[in-house]
């Protein structure tokens, strides 16, 4: 399974131990920046291309981490053919949701509502989680994906 991944500046710590984390676990994980810290770094310009990626990679997942994560999904959710679940803390339930109902192909994450072992283990439970292909839920997905055309 290929994984990308994005963050900016609020995000770069957390994103560099996932990445580790990702790849000790055998996935294959693009990094798709910010490559070096800078603290005046603007999101758009590394979550888009991560969540073009995605879209444009069939069966493809993506992580995508800022400092709320509420942005970094509102930008994630702009490119065609991604459906980003954002997630900063609280309940699992909300991730398995994410994946069973919505087929979220990206998962967004708050670095400063997370600990590191939280992430991980929002991204395990994630990663591990298949949509229900339920015919409600496909149903809903096909919706959305007709307002990609207009």
């Known amino acids: ?3 990308f991944i994005a963050s900016d500046h609020a995000g770069f710590e957390l994103k560099k131990a ?4 990702l790849k000790s676990k055998g996935l294959e994980v693009r990094d798709c920046g910010n490559e070096v810290f800078d603290k005046d770094d603007d999101y758009p310009d590394f979550i888009y291309p991560c969540a073009k990626n995605v879209g444009e990679n ?3 997942l993506g992580i995508v981490i800022g400092g709320s994560g509420q942005g970094e999904a509102i930008c994630a959710n702009k490119a ?4 980003a679940a954002l997630y ?5 339930d909300i991730i398995k949701l994410s994946k069973e109902h919505n087929d979220a192909n990206i998962l967004s994450l708050g670095a400063r509502f997370l600990t590191e072992d939280e992430a991980k283990e929002a991204v395990d439970l994630w990663l591990s989680t298949k ?3 339920e015919e409600r839920h496909a149903r809903r997905i096909a919706k959305i994906r ?5």
């Not at 065609?80 to 459906?83: A, D, I, L, T, Y």
């Not at 007709?146 to 207009?150: G, Q, R, T, Y």
């Open 1 to 3: 399974m290929k994984v």
């Open 18 to 21: 996932l990445v580790a984390y």
């Open 58 to 60: 069939l069966g493809s």
């Open 80 to 83: 065609r053919g991604v459906r």
């Open 88 to 92: 900063y803390g609280a309940k699992l």
């Open 131 to 133: 949509f229900s292909g």
């Open 146 to 150: 007709d307002l990609e055309k207009v």
